[in-house]
């Protein structure tokens, strides 16, 4: 959680594989090399958007991350490539949309 004057204006979970609970975005953990941690969810309020305050959790969460084992860290699905992309992370996987059709 991440507050100001008191009050709570972000989050983010950072998720480690060898914890209890499997994030979403560990379910791809096990194909990259080395130990993977996981990033997301993630919000920050709309009024404190454009501080970079996303980055520094972002940038918290993958220390973190690193002091527990991980070598690398992956999002699990994002629209965001430019915004991550400024603390290193690139894509590695992409998904289509698809549907059943009669």
């Known amino acids: 959680m991440l507050f100001w004057d008191d009050n709570p ?9 060898d914890r209890p609970y499997r994030s979403p975005g560990l379910n791809f953990a096990d194909e990259p090399e ?3 941690g996981a990033i997301g969810p993630m919000d920050l309020h709309e ?15 993958m220390e973190e991350l690193a002091v527990t084992g991980c070598e690398q860290y992956v999002i699990d699905w994002t629209t ?5 992309g ?3 992370f690139e894509p590695w996987r992409r998904f289509e949309r698809g549907a059943i059709r009669d």
């Open 9 to 17: 204006v972000g989050f983010l979970r950072a998720n480690h594989p």
């Open 34 to 36: 080395g130990t993977t």
């Open 47 to 61: 009024e404190y958007r454009g501080r970079y305050w996303g980055l520094y959790m972002i940038a918290l969460a």
């Open 80 to 84: 965001l490539i430019e915004y991550y």
């Open 86 to 88: 400024k603390l290193g």
